[in-house]
Each structure stands twice: as C-alpha cells, then as structure tokens.
C-alpha cells in the first residue's frame, strides 16, 4: 500500500496515536508527535518516551497508526509492521525529523496569544528540550483504511 502526499502531510502536521499489543494480544495505545513518512510505504517514529511499547515491539512487530486531520475532514487507519533501529541510517534520519519538529513546536508556539497556554507550553518546550532520542521505529505499511465512510452518489 502506499500513502499519498496528503497522508504523508497528515501524519506530518498531526498528533498521531499507535497501537501495539503483547503477544497475548493485550492493545497499548500511545500518542506520537515525533512521525514522520520517510516514503510512501515506510513512517518512522522516534522513541523518546517508550517503556510498554517498547516491550510490545520487541514481542510483537504487528502494529496500527490513527489519525485524524480536522483540516481537512480526512482520518485513517494505517496498518504494519514494525522494526527498532538503536543506530544507523534510520537513527540518523530520526535525529534530523527531531530537530526539525522542536524548531517547528517553537515557532507553533509563538503564534500562539493565551497565557495559560503559554506558560503549560513554556514547561511543554523545556521538558521537550530534554528529551533524547532513544530509538527509532520503522514500519513498513501494510494497509490503508479511511475512517470517513462514502456515501452512495459521493465516491
């Protein structure tokens, strides 16, 4: 399967969430800022905060991606498989996608003008700034699933 532009974009621009399970089967979802589609069949996700997921992955590689994008009235459902990488190629472009996405979050942040969320942004950027990349997840997408159904006469 392969994602568009647009899915690309999406996944880019929005909070994703990422399914995984054990290999019993018992799901763990997490949200994911840090995703970016490094093809149309490959998205790499940085782990800077993964301690159950981890352990899903390293049990089993079968995994789901959701998102939504309010924008443009679009959400899918993406399904794969999943791979950790603790150095080389996909790391490194880990590293690059982290980097872009801070300078990004700053600039967000910016044009932002409510104190409240200003000040709960302020402690978001500084633990942020913190955080360091543990391992990258590469996974091969498998499936794509539109979460918006068709209607009769509107395909």
Same mark, same amino acid.
């Given at each position: 399967?392969?994602?568009?532009?647009?899915?690309?974009?999406?996944?880019?621009?929005?909070?994703?969430?990422?399914?995984?399970?054990?290999?019993?089967?018992?799901?763990?979802?997490?949200?994911?800022?840090?995703?970016?589609?490094?093809?149309?069949?490959?998205?790499?996700?940085?782990?800077?905060?993964?301690?159950?997921?981890?352990?899903?992955?390293?049990?089993?590689?079968?995994?789901?991606?959701?998102?939504?994008?309010?924008?443009?009235?679009?959400?899918?459902?993406?399904?794969?498989?999943?791979?950790?990488?603790?150095?080389?190629?996909?790391?490194?472009?880990?590293?690059?996608?982290?980097?872009?996405?801070?300078?990004?979050?700053?600039?967000?942040?910016?044009?932002?003008?409510?104190?409240? @969320?200003?000040?709960?942004?302020?402690?978001?950027?500084?633990?942020?700034?913190?955080?360091?990349?543990?391992?990258?997840?590469? @996974?091969?997408?498998?499936?794509?699933?539109?979460?918006?159904?068709?209607?009769?006469?509107?395909?």
């Amino acid at each position: 399967m392969k994602l568009s532009n647009e899915m690309k974009q999406m996944l880019d621009e929005n909070i994703v969430y990422l399914a995984t399970s054990t290999q019993e089967g018992k799901p763990n979802v997490v949200p994911i800022g840090l995703i970016h589609a490094i093809s149309d069949e490959e998205v790499l996700i940085g782990d800077v905060l993964f301690n159950k997921t981890k352990k899903n992955l390293e049990e089993n590689q079968l995994v789901a991606i959701s998102f939504t994008d309010i924008r443009r009235l679009e959400s899918y459902q993406l399904k794969g498989k999943a791979k950790i990488y603790k150095s080389g190629k996909f790391f490194d472009i880990g590293l690059e996608i982290m980097e872009k996405k801070k300078q990004k979050r700053r600039e967000s942040i910016k044009q932002v003008d409510d104190p409240k @969320i200003n000040e709960r942004a302020s402690k978001l950027s500084e633990m942020h700034r913190r955080l360091k990349l543990k391992a990258v997840v590469l @996974i091969t997408v498998e499936e794509i699933y539109s979460h918006i159904p068709k209607f009769k006469g509107h395909e």
